[in-house]
């Protein structure tokens, strides 16, 4: 069966600085890899995907993602940090094929410092 | 502006009492989901459909049920059976099953579910 890691609860960093969250999954092939992020109190939108291709995907609000084969990871980075980044932010993988929906990671939680 | 909703934003309900979180969607797509999220728990699959009148269990059913009369609603109940209700909900929906193609989740803005 699938799964998702996101070893990080919590992240603090401050305005201005460099993020990057980690994902781990477990998989027998290549999965479809998705990240979202969430506010308090509403639903999840999606930053990114990856299918296919070329393994550095971009995404919504500058943030990118790297797929390592090698390593079973899919890690979120963004080179600048804004205080409207704060949220949580959940990693989730699908099997190519599979009619069932996502399995995601247990999250991780920014907070952003002024 | 096509998207899900889900209503009402937060419910109150007694121990023992069945209730219905809705969840509607106008962006015509085929398959919709439920999830469950608790804390420190990301979101854990409820029921999934992928047509209308089809229905699928995901990984914690038990103590809930789904019906899907019409593309655009599906509707969970939760039953008195569900030993720990109190839960935040989120329904969503894809133009067909993620597993088969470019077709990510879009979600609806969540039901908060608090039994006493």
């Known amino acids: 069966a699938q799964s998702v890691t996101q070893p990080d609860i919590h992240i603090t960093v401050s305005e201005g600085a460099s993020l990057e969250l980690r994902c781990n999954y477990s998989y027998g092939a290549t999965p479809y890899l998705f990240w979202y992020v969430q506010s308090p109190g509403q639903g999840l939108q999606l930053l990114l995907k990856?299918?296919?291709?070329?393994?550095l995907v971009q995404g919504i609000k500058g943030f990118e993602a790297e797929f390592k084969r090698s390593q079973s990871s899919f890690n979120l980075r963004k080179p600048s940090v804004h205080w409207s980044d704060a949220a949580e932010y959940f990693c989730?993988?699908?099997?190519?094929?599979?009619?069932?929906?996502?399995?995601f990671g247990s999250g991780t939680q920014l907070t952003v410092l002024p | 502006d096509g998207g899900i909703t889900q209503s009402p934003k937060y419910l109150f309900r007694k121990e023992g009492q069945n209730v219905t979180l809705s969840c509607e969607q106008n962006l015509n797509h085929d398959a919709m989901y439920w999830y469950r999220q608790d804390p420190g728990q990301g979101l854990r699959l409820i029921y999934y459909?992928?047509?209308?009148?089809?229905?699928q269990k995901g990984d914690i059913a038990e103590g809930y049920s789904v019906s899907r009369e019409k593309k655009e609603s599906f509707p969970l109940t939760v039953t008195s059976a569900q030993k720990n209700p109190t839960a935040f909900y989120l329904c969503a929906s894809s133009t067909r099953p993620t597993g088969t193609g470019n077709s990510p989740l879009h979600f609806g803005n969540g039901t908060r579910l608090t039994v006493t």
């Open positions: 459909s992928q047509i209308v009148n089809d229905f």
């Open positions: 989730a993988v699908a099997s190519p094929g599979s009619a069932r929906q996502l399995t």
């Open positions: 990856y299918f296919s291709g070329d393994t």
